[in-house]
Each structure stands twice: as structure tokens, then as C-alpha cells.
């Protein structure tokens, strides 16, 4: 059965993701810093659980080599590890940045380069979670969009590189997405409004179609869906609308290989902070643009 490895997967998406794979019978390992956590999720769903700091090359070798050594193979790799510190770059501290670039951007670089030889001898998939802010700069977010931004472009490098070798790869922005990362951010943001997590959640997703925003588990099922078979199926165009996602995928060939571009719709506020100083006149404005808001994901290979 395939293998799967998913960073960050001792919490939030990365955990859902473990909990689908594993239900869909993959074999899973989860990559993280905090054993607990990590623990938590391996007792409950038979994952192989790894304690690794995806900023440390070396930690990143050993733990990638570790899975091979349980699995004998690797056949799909999911980059979700994330930090994320509030501020514009003018307010960002230099550690703050470091910590960013090292965990967001310079972590997921080091597990696909580790990854990538058993990845192409599997012929299968990689799939990136960044975030809508990694197409739209907001304001006090300087720092995690440009690594978001700059994930999703290790992405589509991963995609161009290695596409004649069979391996696809796509990157997937959700908006705000309930975790225990976005449930601090909520607390921050209401409090000094006077809102507990809940209304927070329910303000910063006001123009949001559904209203809501998403689970986990539904990021966790687009994710599943990329590294699966399915998601690769010959020439195809399909809308499909649901939770307030609107998903275009469309397929095309080019120098005799099948690649696929795919662009999915997600309605969804960028930033918490806009959105806290938007006023009446621009939240008119806003709900129009948001309902047309877009984010990317590219693909190619083995179809």
C-alpha cells in the first residue's frame, strides 16, 4: 500500500490528513516537534510518528530515511509544516523572520530534497498547504505570506523539474481554516473586541459564501484527492461548488507530456487585520472581490 509522509501532522491539517489517509488504508508517518502531539495522533490512527524540526537538515535526512527504513518505500509527500508570526516587515524582528523562512520555507525545502529520490522512483505525488495568503499580500502578515508565497513556487519548481520523471505536484491555499494555530490567532483578534473564538471566527469569515470557515478535515479531503490517482484522470474540466469552494480543473499536454493546471475558487477573507479596519465603503467593495477571489494550485505529471 502507498506511503505517505506528512509534515506537521501532529496538529491542525496535517493531523486530518493523517486521519484520511490512514482511513483510506495508506501507510502514514507524521513529521513534528512536539512528541505529545505527535503521539496523540499515532495512537489514534496508527501513524508512524517521527519528532523532527524540519529547519534542521540533518533531523530532516535521518527522519526521511527513518520512513523508508518502516515503509521500504515513498510514495507521497505532504509539506504542511507552518508557523505563522503576526507583523508587517517593518515590525518583524530578524528572529521572527528566521523563524518564518526556516520553518515555512527552508524546512519544506529540506524534506522534499530528501524525499524527491523516492519520489520519483514511486512516480507519485507531493502536495504543498500554503495559504490564500500566499497570492495576496495583507497587511501585518509580511513575513508568512512571502514564505507561503514562496512554498507554492517550490511547488510549481518541483512540478516543472520533475514532470517528464512522473511526479505531481500541486499546492492548496485554504482560507481560514479552524486549528489550533488559527483558534490562538482567533483569541488574539477578539479579545480586545470583546469576541470569544467563535464570534472571531465567525467575523473574519463574514463575506465568506458559506459564512463559515472551513474544517480541517475538508482541507484534509482536497489534499487526499491531489495525492491520489483520481486527481489525474486524462482531459477534464469540471465546476464543482460546495462550502463556498468552487473548483475549475482543467487538463492539457505539452511536449507530448499530460500536464494539468487546476485553479481553485475559494471565497474567503485574506486577512483578519483588513478586515478589522476595513470600513462600510470597502467591505461593499471587498464582498465584491471576495466572492471572486481565486487561488492556484499547478500539477503535472504522471496522467
Known amino acids: 500500500m502507498p506511503a505517505v509522509l506528512v509534515t506537521g501532522g501532529g ?3 496535517g493531523a ?8 483510506a488504508g495508506n501507510e502514514v508517518a507524521i513529521l513534528g516537534r512536539r512528541p505529545e502531539a505527535l503521539a496523540s495522533v499515532a495512537a489514534s490512527t496508527g501513524a508512524f510518528a517521527v519528532v523532527c524540526d524540519v529547519s534542521d537538515a540533518g533531523q530532516v535526512a535521518g527522519a526521511v530515511a527513518s520512513v523508508e527504513e518502516r515503509f521500504g518505500r515513498l510514495d507521497g509527500l505532504v509539506l504542511n509544516a507552518g508557523v505563522m508570526v503576526p507583523g508587517g516587515i517593518s515590525e518583524l524582528s530578524l528572529d521572527d523572520w528566521d523563524a518564518l523562512v526556516s520553518v515555512n520555507l527552508t524546512g519544506a525545502f529540506y524534506v522534499a530534497r530528501a524525499a524527491l529520490p523516492a519520489l520519483l522512483r514511486a512516480r507519485w505525488a507531493v502536495v504543498s498547504v500554503a495559504s490564500v495568503a500566499a497570492l495576496r499580500a495583507s497587511a ?19 512540478a516543472v523539474d520533475h514532470a517528464h520523471q512522473g511526479l505531481r505536484a500541486n ?10 494555530m488559527a483558534d490562538s490567532e482567533m483569541a488574539a483578534f477578539g479579545a480586545p473586541r470583546g ?13 465568506v459564501p458559506a459564512r463559515r470557515p472551513a474544517s480541517a478535515a475538508e482541507v484534509a479531503a482536497v489534499v487526499a484527492w491531489l495525492l491520489s490517482d483520481a486527481s489525474c484522470s486524462g482531459w ?19 511536449n507530448g507530456v499530460l500536464g494539468r ?9 485574506v486577512s483578519l487585520f483588513l478586515l478589522a479596519a476595513r470600513s462600510a465603503h470597502t467591505k461593499a ?14 500539477s503535472s505529471g504522471r496522467c
Not at 501585518?140 to 518541483?158: F, I
Not at 477534464?236 to 469552494?245: A, E, F, I, K, P
Open 171 to 180: 499546492v492548496v491555499c485554504p482560507g481560514w481554516t479552524v486549528t489550533e
Open 16 to 23: 486530518a490528513v493523517a486521519r484520511w489517509l490512514r482511513g
Open 236 to 254: 477534464l474540466s469540471t465546476d464543482h461548488v460546495r462550502q463556498g469552494y468552487e473548483v475549475d480543473t482543467t487538463f492539457c499536454a505539452a
Open 261 to 269: 493546471w487546476a485553479v481553485v475558487y475559494v471565497a474567503s477573507i
Open 140 to 158: 501585518e502578515m509580511g513575513g508568512y505570506a512571502v514564505t507561503k508565497a514562496g512554498l507554492a513556487m517550490l511547488t510549481q519548481s518541483l
Open 195 to 207: 469576541l470569544g473564538v467563535r464570534q472571531a471566527y465567525a467575523h473574519v469569515t463574514s463575506l
Open 285 to 298: 467593495e471587498e464582498r465584491a472581490r471576495v466572492e471572486h477571489a481565486s487561488f492556484t494550485w499547478t
Open 11 to 13: 496538529t491542525g491539517i
